[in-house]
C-alpha cells in the first residue's frame, strides 16, 4: 500500500513537474462543463462569462495578477465559449481545427489577490481565414474593465464560412468588424508581409 502512494505521488510530481499540469486539467473541463451543464447558446455573436478569482499562484512579484495569467484564463474562457456556442463540434465534424494565430492584450488596472473577476467572452466576426474574439476581464468589486485582450483563431483544414453555415443551417454574412479591429489586422498583415520577406517568402506564402 505504503508502495503504491509512493508511486502516486512520484507520478503526480512528474506530472506537474514536466507539464502544465493545471492548464491540461483546466481547458477539457471548462470544455466538458460548457457541453454536458450549461445551455446551448445559439446566438454566436452573444457574450457570455466565465468566472474567475486571483490565486496565489497567479501573483508576481508586484502582488497582482501576472501578465500571462491573463491570456491563461482568456485561453480557457475561450474554450468553453466555443463549446457552448457549438464551433468547436462543428470543427470536428468538419475535420477541422482552430488555432491561436494573433492576439492583443491591453492591460488597464491590476487584479489583486483574491479579487473575484469575469472574463466576458465574445466573437466579433470573421473573414475568409479566422474568427475574431473579443475577452473582457471585469473586476466583480466594481465592473470595471481591468483588460481587454483580441484574439485571431486561424481556421485550418475549412473555413469560418463553413463553420458558421453548419452551425446555422444557411449561409449567414459576416458582421462589420470594429474599426480598431480592421487595424490591427492591418497591422498584422503588414507584419505577415515583411518577415515573409525578410525570410526570403513569396507574398503568396500565407502564414499558417
Known amino acids: 500500500m505504503l508502495g503504491l502512494l509512493v508511486a ?3 507520478v503526480a510530481l512528474a506530472y506537474f513537474a514536466l507539464l502544465d499540469g493545471w492548464y491540461l486539467v483546466r481547458v477539457p473541463c471548462a470544455v466538458l462543463r460548457a457541453r454536458l451543464l450549461q445551455p446551448r447558446v445559439r446566438d454566436l455573436l452573444a457574450e457570455q462569462r466565465y468566472a474567475g478569482r ?3 499562484s497567479d501573483l508576481d512579484l508586484l502582488l497582482h495578477m501576472n501578465n500571462a495569467r491573463y491570456l491563461r484564463e482568456a485561453d480557457v474562457a ?3 465559449h466555443l463549446a457552448r456556442c457549438g464551433v468547436l463540434e462543428a470543427l470536428r465534424a468538419l475535420g477541422a481545427r482552430a488555432v491561436l494565430a494573433a492576439s492583443c492584450t491591453r492591460y488597464r488596472r491590476s487584479l489583486r489577490l483574491f479579487e473575484p473577476f469575469e472574463v466576458r467572452t465574445r466573437l466579433l466576426g470573421w473573414d475568409d481565414r479566422a474568427f475574431y474574439l473579443e475577452a473582457r476581464f471585469i473586476s466583480l468589486r466594481d465592473g470595471f474593465v481591468c483588460a481587454l485582450l483580441r484574439s485571431r483563431q486561424h481556421v485550418l483544414g475549412t473555413s469560418p464560412e463553413c463553420v458558421v453555415q453548419r452551425l446555422c443551417k444557411r449561409r449567414v454574412e459576416p458582421p462589420e468588424l470594429p474599426e480598431d479591429l480592421r487595424h490591427w489586422i492591418a497591422y498584422n498583415e503588414a507584419s505577415s508581409q515583411l518577415l515573409r520577406a525578410e525570410s526570403g517568402l ?6 499558417q
Open 78 to 80: 475561450r474554450a468553453a
Open 8 to 10: 502516486a505521488l512520484l
Open 54 to 56: 486571483v490565486l496565489p
Open 202 to 207: 513569396s507574398d503568396i506564402t500565407k502564414d
